[in-house]
């Protein structure tokens, strides 16, 4: 069977192999879900936009007011070892701090001697397979219950978790997530749409996860002179588009074609992958295995 986590394993400041990873179940990531992580993409074992995602995670750790275990040099080289470790070229590897343990369930904040709960590992990066790429996914429209700081990438992922189950008992791939009649995201992916041949994408707001492979999609739109929109993206405007894809660091760029059991796009693209989104594929593969490989 394949593994999904590489030996060792890194926790709290050691590395050892993930059957003697163990944590207290009084660890507030466990009781509360209370902590924040990373999903970093590593190609021929280069962490790809590694220090954007350390960003991000700074970012996410201010935002819960939990302080940072390590400086940068420290999670990269806790990320090197795990990756000089693992036995795929291409990795993803996740970085978990929870606010620790304390001695008992409390709601407040633990004594600033209780160390935060750290864990990393490596995994194998599992992207689309080519017939599914070619094919595009299902999605359904569901009702944004989360939070407001969903900029934050923080482990409480329970609303993110019931629409992604929801979308996979309706036999489809995503959700996307719509509050006040507009779409902010998927459940575990940005969305992008594509109207008469312009690249809509929803504003960074705290209603939406700032994502990596987003910024690198509109990055490479305006590399190629592309026309953009960042603008909020309405349930109406997502049901009429040309087109609409997924984005995260594992999933890069897929087609949805389907939404809410109605094919996406008109004439001869309906209800396949469109052509913008499979330029954009290619844009992306090209900067894949000629920047982000060299690191
Ligand atoms: N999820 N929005 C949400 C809610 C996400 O969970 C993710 C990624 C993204 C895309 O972000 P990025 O391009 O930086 O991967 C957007 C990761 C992969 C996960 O939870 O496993």
């Known amino acids: 069977m394949t593994p999904y986590v590489a030996d060792p394993v890194y926790l709290?400041?050691?590395?050892?192999?993930?059957?003697?990873?163990?944590?207290?179940?009084?660890?507030?990531?466990?009781?509360?879900?209370?902590?924040?992580?990373?999903?970093?993409?590593?190609?021929?074992?280069?962490?790809?936009?590694?220090?954007?995602?350390?960003?991000?995670?700074?970012?996410?750790?201010?935002?819960?007011k939990l302080a940072n275990p390590l400086d940068v040099a420290g999670w990269k080289a806790v990320i090197q070892q795990l990756i000089a470790a693992a036995p795929w070229e291409d990795q993803s590897v996740y970085l978990q701090v929870t606010r620790g343990a304390d001695n008992k369930r409390d709601h407040a904040f633990p004594p600033a001697s209780v160390p935060p709960g750290v864990f990393a590992y490596a995994g194998p990066l599992v992207t689309p397979t080519a017939e599914l790429r070619t094919r595009g996914v299902s999605a359904i429209t569901v009702p944004d219950q989360r939070w407001a700081r969903c900029d934050l990438k923080v482990i409480s992922l329970l609303a993110n978790i019931l629409a992604r189950q929801q979308a996979i008992d309706a036999g489809c791939a995503e959700a996307l997530l719509i509050r006040d009649g507009y779409l902010k995201e998927g459940a575990a992916s940005n969305i992008f749409v594509v109207r008469d041949g312009v690249l809509l994408a929803p504003p960074k707001t705290p209603l939406m996860l700032p994502g990596i492979t987003y910024d690198l999609v509109?990055?490479?739109?305006?590399?190629?002179?592309?026309?953009?929109?960042?603008a909020e993206i309405s349930e109406a405007e997502l049901r009429s588009a040309d087109e609409v894809w997924m984005t995260s660091s594992t999933k890069e760029i897929l087609a949805i074609t389907t939404l809410d059991g109605v094919p996406v796009g008109n004439g001869i693209h309906a209800g396949k992958p469109g052509p913008f989104g499979e330029q954009m594929w290619q844009w992306y593969q090209d900067f894949k295995n000629t920047i982000m490989r060299k690191g």
Do not use: C, M
């Open 12 to 64: 709290n400041g050691r590395f050892l192999p993930l059957a003697e990873a163990g944590v207290s179940p009084l660890d507030r990531g466990y009781l509360y879900g209370d902590g924040v992580y990373e999903v970093i993409p590593v190609y021929s074992r280069q962490p790809f936009r590694i220090d954007e995602h350390l960003t991000r995670l700074q970012a996410t750790l201010n935002g819960v």
């Open 218 to 230: 509109l990055e490479l739109a305006a590399t190629h002179g592309q026309p953009v929109k960042v």
